[in-house]
Nanobody, 126 residues
Framework: QVQLVESGGGLVQAGGSLRLSCVASGRAISTYTMGWFRQTPGKEREFVAAFPWNVGRTEYADSVKGRFTISRDNSKNTVYLKMNRVKPEDSANYYC???????????????????WGQGTQVTVSS
């Protein structure tokens, strides 16, 4: 079992920056692919970014490419999402997710992830 706890959400002005953190416990995440998803009321959970366990190429949604960066520190069992030049449409509840061990396929599909955090709310004001 992997437990995930997100933090770092809050209110930010458009054009600003925010860094989300996801601390894992229960298992070392070094062999887990980690992802970030987001969801707004009435909509399906949307893929944001993923970082494969084997430190392969990271994956981003087109809507955040060039603005958001996913990173991981396996020594701290933590995954980060740095959000730059945020827009009002980035407002959502952001979820950290893990799949594995040793799984790298279908990075963008929420159904492929086994473990989820409780989410952290990000609100971008215009």
């Amino acid at each position: 079992q992997v437990q995930l706890v997100e933090s770092g959400g809050g209110l930010v002005q458009a054009g600003g920056s925010l860094r989300l953190s996801c601390v894992a416990s229960g298992r070392a995440i070094s062999t887990y692919t980690m992802g970030w998803f987001r969801q707004t009321p009435g909509k399906e959970r949307e893929f944001v970014a993923a970082f494969p366990w084997n430190v392969g190429r990271t994956e981003y949604a087109d809507s955040v490419k060039g603005r958001f960066t996913i990173s991981r520190d396996n020594s701290k069992n933590t995954v980060y999402l740095k959000m730059n030049r945020v827009k009002p449409e980035d407002s959502a509840n952001y979820y950290c997710a893990a799949k594995g061990p040793f799984k790298v396929n279908l990075l963008t599909s929420a159904t492929q992830y086994t473990y989820w955090g409780q989410g952290t709310q990000v609100t971008v004001s215009s």
